[in-house]
Structure formats: C-alpha cells, structure tokens
C-alpha cells in the first residue's frame, strides 16, 4: 500500500497522543489515558484520529506504539508472581547490592525492595569462571525440585540468574529447557539474554525486571493486537524501544524491559530531526507532559546514549535510590513535574512540587473530574496562560473557579498569599525544578548550557519554555509543529533498529587478539541484523560501535566510539589513542603510561533516517492579527498584561510577533513573555529568538 497512512501511539500519563501521517498530511490528537485498562484509551484515539483524518482502519498500513506500562508496573509493583533461580551461594546478592549508601546522612534511608522476596529465590549448584569454563556441572535435580516448588506457588515467570552467563550460556539454556519441559506455561528470563554483561546485581536486577513485567506486557500486546485487528487495523505493528529504535512485537514481549524509556525517546528523535531540519549543532530537548518533563542534550544531530537507567526510585531525584536497569536508552534527565505535577507546602513553608501526579484520573481540579489537589495546570489556569474553552481542542473544559480554590486552599491560604502570587509560586517552583535538573544534567555530561537551543514539545512545555529558557540562558526556544503530541510524531521518524551488548575483555597493548574480537563483533552483527532483517527490508543499514574502556585498575567504564572496519592486527594502538581522547575531553586531563583496556562491546544497527527537509527562518515583516485577547501574567516580569492572541494555524511563514503574547493550537499553548520574540519559519516551526531591547 503505498498510501498507507503511518500511526503513532504514546500512552502517556494523563494523555494518549496520537499522529497520523500519509502523503505529506499530518493529523494529530489527545484524549486521556485509562490507567485501568490503557489499551481502551488507544482504542479510542485510534477511532478519534482515523475519524478526523477521513479515513478507514484499513487504510493504516503501520502502527508503532510506545508506553508506560512496562515503567508503572515496576513502579506501582503491580507485575507478574515472578521467581529467581540463581547460582549456589548467591541468593542475597540482589539485597546487598552495590553495598552502599545513597544518601549517606537519612539515617532512616529506605532502599528499593527487590522485585522478588527472599523467599521466592531459589539456589541451585553448578558453576561457570568468569573465562566460560564450567568448574562445576549444574545441579540439574535441583533444578526439577525447584519446578514443583514454582508450581506450587502458581508462579507466573521466572528468572534464571546465574553466575557468568555473558561467557558461557550453557547452564542458563540448560535450566530454561528443563523448566519449560516442566512448567510450559510460565515466562522465562536468562540473564545472560536480556544483559549479557559483567556485573551480576545490574545484570540480575535487569533480567528480574524483565521477568516481572513480561506476562502483563505480553497479556497488554496480545490484546490490544487482537483489539486493533477486530476494529479492522491489520498490519505490522512496532514498538519504540528506550534507544530510540523500533522493533517487533514478539522481541518487545520478549524483553520488554526494553520498553521502559519509549515515550521519552520519541521526543528526542523528534528533537535531533528538529535540529537537523534548522543545521542547529547543540540543542537542549525540554518534554513537559502531564506527569513528567525530560531533558535530554542533543549534539550534531544526535542524542547522548545510555546503557544503564533507574526506575522506581525511592527518592525521585536522587542517584542510586532506584532498581538499576542495564538497558541501551537515550540518555536523559526525567523529574517529576508535568501539568498535573501536584503542589503543596513543605514543613519549611516552601513550595513543592511533584513527584506525584494527578494524571488522568481524576486529573487537576480544573479538569471537574473529582481531583482537588493544586497542580501545574491549575496555576496556569489561574496565570490566564490557559483558554478553558479550547483546551486539548475543547474535549476538556476547564474550571477556571475550581483552580483557583485548589490553588488558594493548598498554597495560598497557607503562605497568605492571593492565588495569582500562589499561582505565580507554583509556576516559578516548577521552572526551577527543571532548570536545575538541566544544569546537574549538563555537568555531568561535561556540557554547556549556554548557546544552545531550545526544543520544546509536549502539551505543558511551550507553556513554559521561554521562562526556562530565560533561567537558563538560553536565547532561542523552537516549539515544533504538532509540539502537543511530539513524542506520537517522533515515532513516526524512528528507524527500525537493535543494540547488542557484549562482556568480553581485551588489553590495549600487545595482546589484543584482533581474530578474535573480529569473530566477536561479527557473531554481535549477525544477531543484531536477524533482528531488524524482518522490519528493515532491504533499507540500507548503519552499524555504530562502542566500547566500553577504563585503564586497567580502574573500577568503572567510559562509553567511547569505536570504527565499525575490522580490526588489523595493531588496532589496539589506535583504540588506546580513542580512549585517552576521550577520557582527556572527559576529565580535563589523562594518566600517562597506564594501560588501558576494553571491558564490553556494543553495537547498534539501525536503518538510515530519512534526509530531514530544511527550514528556512526568513523574517519578512509581515505581521498577524490577533483572534482575540487575554489577561495573563508575564513570566518574565510578574506583571498582569492585556496579551494577544494568536492561533498557530492562521500564521505564515515569516511572520513576527512581538512578545508578550499567547500562541493557540489543539494539543498545547506557546507563551512568549517580554523577553522574546517569536516567527514562524518555512516548515510551520515557531521560533522564540531573545529580543536585545
């Protein structure tokens, strides 16, 4: 079908979006997320959009889908009775961790509790070195006892966790046979499968995750594909990974831990092709949805990548307070302050924000849903940012009244404050939340903040991009077209893609057995392109290598870009000039005469993206005129203006507004404070550029 229209579905928090495409047309949409049954939701944003768009199920010729199911079932401990069977010796080893304190100085400091209780981690003998040798056979009696034991305990999957997987899966595969002749019916995770790496608390914790939400994510997906092809939309359906990348369905049930980061890294396609589109070199990609916002740098077209994520973190902000995952993933920031972030006053008589969220249901109070709690929506409602009548294209009326005794009754009566300065407090809180979450984001990265440009999309992110961008000192802010569902809209330019990860050590020096890496690397390529052969077609592929390098007694890895050419027999030489490069523009500085060595290989292969078509930013004077006109706060200054107000589908390319003023379309608003002024450029891209007078 070669006009077949392209669906993208992101289940958010609080909203479903949804993006449509088919020759050159785009048709977007919102309606809320049903948390008890999210598959309804899309169900009715399919129907929504095909009904908007004029056309029938069956001239759907794609769908890729993206949620977060996979992260709330880890979050909200609602997966599967899942087990562990790991090596003899060993069951405590998820418990003890990385014996260490996160926060040193909370003398009542809660750790995450593992997935799985002591009491269903089951032992078993048999050994393999950390060379793949096996010192001592599998118990595979053992292993048959514990089958009855699962059985009895009606258990849904399990995890088969032992030691040294990553050089040798025989005792893994081994365990699985056994289990699945006995127990057909149960799920079952090797972890040298889902993380064939070093390190077995990450690499167990990871393959526990993936046990835990496998049967909730395999019961999701076979229903909505049974649901979706009922309705008459019967064609490949993909899901986007947390690299960024789509893949089939049957490898998303497999490992959907896979999946716990696919929202957000929608966005940041949609940012990198953004920027791609305006030749824009350094970009700070800035996601505020209904839950969450996201920051993520992007440089020279691409995202920074990731090999390890926290989900369900027991202090939202802080590193190590969550279950690690050993995942490939956009790397990215994400913090509890979304639209329906919830606001309230701490013991210091501050403002707080998040991590909690009303979500969809019952959503803020000026959704007249039952929610009473002050969100960030709410104060924006009461600041005048907000039209209640048009608000997610008029499918939710707001109450402006009831924001405002939300808003009064929570911040406002406590700091005796009226409930435009509360709301005022709510919105400046918010922005400082996530201009700070930008800048430790940075540092750790060794970036700069300052000369980038903003990307801003998400139903609340324009509403709060140019304050932000203000804090930050950021003088351009791009809200692109369809921003209200940016992460739907980055799926549909998502190449079908796989990473493949592999522990194997090599020194940088004389005996680096390139033969040997080279079969190596091979072997990874062959798996990879099975994968993505089926999607992919007979699509150029591109394979981007990394390797994972420390010198030698080092305890910890950097990530550094490594040719994809094989390796000649003195390609050691060259690896260690990559690595010390890198670790200089790192660091400051490298340790001469040290070895240095590789721990892991990583490969990623993907299809080509298509060439972005280029945005021209001409400023031709032409002006607009306003629809009409609202009172509302400037961020900027904290002054109540009369502010005009446009709407996105009536303005032209070239056009200039002067700031202050509100810009209005279906899926989210663009508030443009006194400090900028904005334009529209060739491809419908509004651009907030920093006015100098």
């Given amino acids: 079908m070669t006009n077949a229209a392209r669906l993208a579905v992101d289940i958010g928090g609080t909203f479903t979006d949804l993006a449509l495409t088919q020759n050159g047309r785009r048709v977007t949409t919102k309606v809320l997320t049903t948390p008890s049954a999210p598959e309804q939701g899309v169900l009715t944003g399919v129907k929504a959009i095909l009904e908007k768009a004029g056309l029938a199920p069956s001239d759907v010729g794609i769908v890729i889908h993206g949620t977060t199911l996979a992260t709330n079932a880890i979050i909200e401990r609602k997966g599967a009775k899942t087990a562990m069977i790991v090596t003899d010796g060993f069951r405590d080893s998820i418990d003890m961790a990385y014996e260490n304190r996160f926060e040193q100085y909370d003398i009542m400091m809660d750790r995450p509790a593992p997935l799985v209780p002591q009491a269903m981690r089951f032992q078993a003998a048999g050994r393999i070195d950390a060379q793949g040798n096996e010192i001592q056979p599998l118990d595979e009696a053992k292993i048959a006892e514990i089958c009855d034991r699962l059985a009895a305990e009606a258990v849904k999957s399990v995890a088969v966790c032992f ?128 839950t969450t916002a996201k920051i993520c740098l992007i440089e020279n077209g691409q995202p920074h990548y990731s090999r390890t994520f926290e989900v369900a973190r027991e202090y939202r902000f802080l590193k190590g307070s969550g279950l690690p995952l050993r995942i490939p993933v956009i790397d990215m920031v994400e913090i509890g302050a979304g639209g329906g972030s919830i606001a309230r006053i701490d013991e210091l008589s501050r403002i707080q924000i998040g991590p909690d969220s009303m979500g969809s249901e019952p959503g803020p109070a000026s959704y007249g849903r039952g929610g009473t709690s002050a969100t960030v929506t709410d104060a924006n409602v009461v ?175 950097v990530t550094v870009d490594i040719p994809a050419t094989p390796f000649e027999a003195d390609a050691h030489k060259a690896l260690h000039d990559l690595f010390v490069s890198y670790y200089t523009n790192t660091f400051g500085r490298s340790i001469p005469g040290l070895v240095s060595e590789i721990t892991g290989w990583s490969l990623r292969l993907a299809t080509a993206a298509p060439a972005p078509e280029k945005a021209r930013h001409e400023k031709t004077g032409k002006t607009a005129c306003p629809a009409g006109a609202r009172r509302m706060v400037d961020a900027a200054t904290g002054a109540m203006i009369e502010a005009p107000v446009y709407r996105r589908t009536e303005l032209e390319p070239g056009v200039t507004l002067a700031g202050p003023c509100i810009i209005t379309e279906e899926e989210t608003t663009t508030i443009v404070t006194s400090r900028f002024d904005a334009g529209v450029n060739s491809l419908g891209h509004i651009v907030l550029d920093w006015n100098e007078a």
């Fill in 163 to 290: 030691m040294h997987p990553y050089a040798n899966m025989a005792h893994e595969e081994r365990a699985r046979d056994i289990i699945s002749a006995r127990l057909p019916d149960i799920a079952i995770t090797l972890s040298g499968e889902v993380c064939p790496e070093i390190r077995e608390y990450d690499r167990w914790s990871t393959a526990l995750a993936n046990a835990y939400i496998q049967p909730v994510m395999d019961t999701y997906l076979r229903k909505l594909s049974v649901e979706l092809e009922k309705m008459g939309v019967d064609c490949p359906f993909f899901m986007i990974t947390s690299a960024g990348g789509l893949t089939e369905v049957e490898m998303a049930r497999r490992f959907p831990v896979r999946l716990v980061e696919s929202g957000p890294a929608g966005g940041a396609i949609l940012a990198a092709h953004v920027a791609a589109q305006s030749d824009y070199e350094e970009i700070l990609s800035f996601d505020m949805g209904g």
């Fill in 383 to 557: 600041l005048g940012r907000l039209d209640p009548e048009t608000f997610a294209g008029g499918s939710i009326p707001l109450l402006p009244e009831r924001a405002e005794t939300a808003v009064m009754e929570h911040i406002g009566a406590q700091l005796d404050l009226d409930p435009l300065n509360a709301a005022i407090g709510i919105s400046e809180v918010v922005e400082e939340n996530m201009a700070n979450a930008s800048r430790v984001h940075a540092v750790e990265l060794g970036r700069n903040l300052g000369g980038r440009t903003m990307i801003a999309f998400g139903g609340a992110a324009p509403l709060h991009a140019a304050r932000l961008a203000d804090k930050l000192g950021i003088r351009r802010v791009v809200v692109p077209a369809s921003a209200g569902v940016g992460s739907a809209v980055g799926f549909l330019l998502a190449p079908i893609a796989y990473e493949i990860n592999q522990s194997r050590f090599a020194t940088l020096d004389d005996t680096f057995d390139s033969e040997a890496i080279n079969a190596l690397r091979k072997d990874m390529y062959a798996k990879a392109l099975e994968v993505v052969s089926a999607g992919a077609g007979d699509q150029p592929l591109i394979e981007t290598w990394t390797a994972d390098m420390r010198y030698v007694g080092q305890g910890h890895e």
